[in-house]
């Protein structure tokens, strides 16, 4: 293509002046938007309701493509799950006569522990999730892991609430709109969740890669205790997550901690629950045997 | 007389002319919100960024240099990245398209795809890093290399679709 003959637009002021002044706009606009970035980097709450509008635009496409195409994630799944049929189903019926088995040692062990807890008069703790619903579309343009889950206000749903799938820890709420609403997956850079390993009660601390693994790193640096196939899950501390709700399974060690696999994947996940703040108020709340609160009804897919 | 054909020498309907390329860009910026895909990483291409590139390549003063103010504004609601980070950055590459586009005297394919290559490129990674300041720098280019390839190697495709789009928006009623 032929250069523009655009440098210098004849002997028209007007046209010289109108393309000096779409420079001017052009540079203070980009250096305007540069800092605003920063801004809103600083203060994310500032922007949250502009970016909600927008999702809100969104949503109804995505609900709609989401229930024609399914959840795009689950194809690889489908292929192989033919493929494996044969050696799977054999596979399965020797894990379901095992799974039986085992099943009916731990019965009698729940009864014993129901038995033992009722001697300690310790209480179970409100388990019932704030609202349920399902997660629409992500962004996967960006380096930030944002989900879209398809309930908002309407349902009770805040900034803060902890999102939980069947198999584990799914990630925050960072804003909610009036029917959708933003969350922060756990797989995100900047989330940080207090974890400890299931078995002994190991504090540390797990933080997204942003590629879908999280880091796991202890408090105490001098020496890595990780091994493959440790579980872990929410410590409560820090008063956002409540304890004990699966996050991820070491898959191997590093140098400063180890590598985890989230334990639910967002993009396999069918229907996720917002929770409530793990704050001392609803720890309290919780406690007392008050009526318990009425189960929010599901959205619908 | 006749009217219901096309009248020798009538120019394309101005509107068309105007909205087809906006509306190309904001309609890729919205799609990958609108798609039922969780991802784990940024796997999809910025799409609204190549049409945004390719636009500008194709047609160099259909726009004015500013467009990447409103257009990045639309791109960050949907991205997920802080909103202004593509507003700056695309009309930053807007000025640099417009600089080199005096400078080199016959731009050819290749000029074209290297042109845009360095601009998806040099902003996915700066939106990363303006993204995640905190984190390691390494750790957060890493993350979009993947993304940076993929989009390099769609260049030529979404080249070839901008052109389509500009034979519609240019064809005589």
Request: net charge positive; proline share 8%; hydrophobic share 45%.
């Amino acid at each position: 293509m032929v250069r523009p003959a655009h440098r210098r637009p004849g002997q028209s002021r007007k046209a010289q002046y109108s393309l000096f002044v779409a420079y001017v706009i052009a540079v203070t606009g980009a250096v305007a938007g540069l800092l605003l970035a920063i801004l809103s980097v600083v203060d994310p709450i500032g922007f949250a309701q502009l970016r909600l509008a927008s999702q809100e635009i969104a949503a109804p496409v995505a609900r709609a493509s989401r229930s024609v195409i399914g959840s795009i994630s689950g194809i690889d799944d489908t292929v192989g799950a033919y493929v494996s049929a044969g050696t799977q189903n054999r596979r399965l019926r020797k894990e379901l006569a095992d799974t039986r088995r085992e099943l009916v040692a731990t019965s009698s062990l729940q009864e014993e522990n129901r038995q033992l807890k009722a001697l300690l008069k310790l209480q179970e703790t409100d388990k019932t999730a704030l609202a349920n619903g399902y997660l629409l579309t992500s962004t996967s343009t960006s380096s930030k892991r944002i989900a879209l889950l398809s309930i908002g206000r309407n349902l009770g749903v805040a900034a803060g609430q902890p999102v939980r799938g069947a198999d584990g820890l799914i990630g925050r709420v960072l804003g909610a709109g009036p029917s959708v609403s933003q969350v922060l997956l756990l797989t995100d850079v900047d989330n940080i969740v207090p974890v400890r390993r299931a078995r002994d009660g190991l504090p540390a601390l797990a933080s997204g890669r942003g590629n879908g693994d999280l880091d796991v790193r202890t408090l105490n640096i001098a020496n890595n205790p990780f091994k493959p196939g440790d579980i872990l899950v929410t410590s409560g501390t820090g008063g956002l997550y409540p304890p004990n709700i699966p996050v991820a399974i070491v898959v191997r060690r590093q140098d400063d901690g180890a590598l985890a696999r989230p334990l639910a994947d967002p993009g396999k996940v069918d229907a996720v629950s917002v929770l409530r703040p793990y704050t001392p108020d609803n720890i309290e709340a919780q406690g007392r045997p008050a009526p318990a609160p009425l189960p929010a009804p599901t959205g619908t897919p | 007389m006749n009217q219901k054909g096309p009248r020798l020498g009538e120019p394309a309907s101005l509107w068309r002319m105007r909205f087809v390329p906006i509306a190309s860009v904001m309609f890729a910026s919205a799609l990958p919100l609108m798609l039922p895909l969780i991802a784990n990483s940024p796997v999809l291409p910025p799409l609204g960024l190549l049409f945004f590139l390719c636009w500008q390549l194709l047609r160099a003063e259909m726009w004015p240099v500013w467009i990447g103010l409103p257009l990045g504004l639309w791109d960050d609601l949907f991205s997920g990245a802080p909103i202004g980070t593509a507003m700056g950055l695309w009309t930053i590459a807007s000025i640099a398209i417009a600089y080199s586009s005096q400078r080199i005297y016959w731009r050819g394919f290749f000029h074209d795809w290297a042109i845009a290559a360095a601009s998806v490129a040099i902003i996915q990674s700066l939106a990363a890093l303006i993204t995640h300041p905190q984190a390691a720098t390494g750790r957060v280019l890493g993350l979009v290399v993947p993304q940076i390839i993929i989009s390099v190697l769609l260049v030529p495709l979404f080249m070839r679709l901008t052109g389509k789009f500009d034979n519609f928006r240019l064809k005589r009623r």
